[in-house]
């Protein structure tokens, strides 16, 4: 299991994150706009849901049992623009944090093996861009779940703010100078559940709705590649 630091109170935690990334995230030359980071001890970072933020699965939708539900590494793409879009946020001094349901794996649409499989080919599509994830959170929890150690509800499930919220506490961030951004309103919940202002919160495109617009503080972009311009724009 490669949760990183042992259980945490609260059983059905649940993490995904690498020991070695942890250490890259703070050798200096990865980052060499620390200088650019916020004061108070704090790390800027962007909160970053995965599928179809980072990753494209609307290509592969009606081949999924449910939209969003992929398991398979070799059909893993990333949105159009995702990687420099990334490297331009990494590059601005932000670190780079992905926040998941993957209610799938209590649904038996895919393991936790399968899980990791994803990410780290997710990881590796980033690598040619000089992009490192500081972390990759999930919860693989359902309350409809057919898979018995899943299937509940869990309080990282978005749109709480507990999975972000941990993942900001366990990497130092400022959440107050922090970003989230997202494709569901559900992301965008979480992430001023979280304590990330609206005014920082961003709607992606591929879902949004006029009343999604609202929840989401009126910041709304049509896919991370604009968001991450805005992020930069305003600093
Ligand atoms: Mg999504």
């Given at each position: 299991m490669p949760r990183r630091g042992g259980e945490l109170p609260g059983a059905g935690y649940f993490a995904v994150t690498r020991a070695?990334?942890?250490?890259?995230?703070l050798h200096p030359n990865l980052h060499p706009n620390l200088?650019?980071?916020?004061?108070?001890?704090?790390?800027?970072?962007?909160?970053?849901?995965?599928?179809?933020?980072?990753?494209?699965?609307?290509?592969?939708?009606?081949?999924?049992?449910?939209?969003?539900?992929l398991y398979d590494p070799a059909r893993v793409r990333l949105w159009p623009g995702a990687g420099p879009a990334l490297a331009r946020l990494?590059?601005?001094?932000?670190?780079?944090?992905?926040h998941s349901n993957q209610g799938g794996?209590?649904?038996?649409?895919?393991?936790?093996?399968?899980?990791?499989a994803v990410n780290d080919a997710m990881r590796a599509l980033?690598?040619?861009?000089?992009?490192?994830?500081?972390?990759?959170?999930?919860?693989?929890?359902?309350?409809?779940?057919?898979?018995?150690?899943w299937a509940s509800e869990h309080a990282w499930r978005k749109p709480s703010g507990a999975m972000l919220a941990a993942a900001c506490g366990e990497m130092g961030v400022a959440v107050a100078q922090s970003w989230c951004v997202g494709d569901k309103p559900r992301d965008v919940q979480?992430?001023?559940a979280a304590g990330v202002a609206a005014s920082r919160c961003v709607l992606l495109g591929t879902s949004g709705s006029a009343a999604d617009l609202a929840l989401?503080?009126?910041?709304?972009?049509?896919?991370?590649?604009?968001?991450?311009?805005?992020?930069?724009?305003?600093?």
């Open positions: 070695s990334t942890m250490s890259q995230i200088s650019n980071l916020s004061g108070g001890g704090g790390r800027r970072a962007v909160l970053l849901d995965r599928d179809d933020t980072i990753l494209d699965t609307t290509r592969m939708t009606s081949d999924l049992p449910v939209p969003g539900d990494a590059r601005a001094g932000y670190l780079l944090i992905v794996i209590a649904r038996g649409h895919g393991t936790l093996a399968d899980l990791h980033l690598l040619p861009f000089g992009v490192t994830l500081a972390g990759v959170y999930a919860c693989p929890h359902h309350p409809t779940g057919s898979v018995a150690m979480a992430g001023v989401a503080g009126g910041l709304w972009a049509p896919s991370i590649v604009e968001a991450a311009e805005m992020i930069i724009a305003a600093g």
